[in-house]
């Protein structure tokens, strides 16, 4: 499955974005999908998945209660809507296939990543 990450721009703190991850062909309800983000001169880093269905979710806790991660498989689509956001959110977000548990681990099947850039 090939995934793409759209949605990113330059937004002031506190304001709202969501971001989209879409698959090329279908099959992404097959799959767990995880965002991560990755900050100049920093680490890539989980920021959330999704199981296939929908069913459970987790969250890194720099974002939880800000942060919320859905997805509609009729769409193909898997977003990462982001509420009250600060500038240490700025970064390029990724998604890929992962395992979804207690953690995100395993990713796979990069897309390309989107910026968010948050400043005033």
């Known amino acids: 499955v090939q995934l793409q990450a759209s949605g990113g721009g330059l937004v002031q703190p506190g304001k709202s974005l969501r971001l989209s991850c879409a698959a090329s062909?279908?099959?992404?309800?097959?799959?767990?999908i995880g965002w991560f983000r990755q900050a100049p001169g920093k680490e890539r880093e989980g920021v959330s998945c999704?199981?296939?269905?929908?069913?459970?979710?987790w969250s890194a806790g720099s974002v939880k209660g800000r942060f919320t991660i859905s997805r509609d498989n009729a769409k193909n689509t898997v977003y990462l809507e982001m509420n009250n956001l600060r500038p240490e959110d700025t970064a390029v977000y990724f998604c890929?296939?992962?395992?979804?548990?207690?953690?995100?681990?395993?990713?796979?099947?990069w897309g390309r990543g989107t910026l968010v850039t948050v400043s005033s």
């Open positions: 890929a296939t992962v395992e979804c548990g207690f953690s995100v681990r395993g990713p796979s099947n």
């Open positions: 062909g279908p099959g992404l309800d097959s799959y767990a």
């Open positions: 999704i199981t296939s269905t929908g069913s459970s979710t």
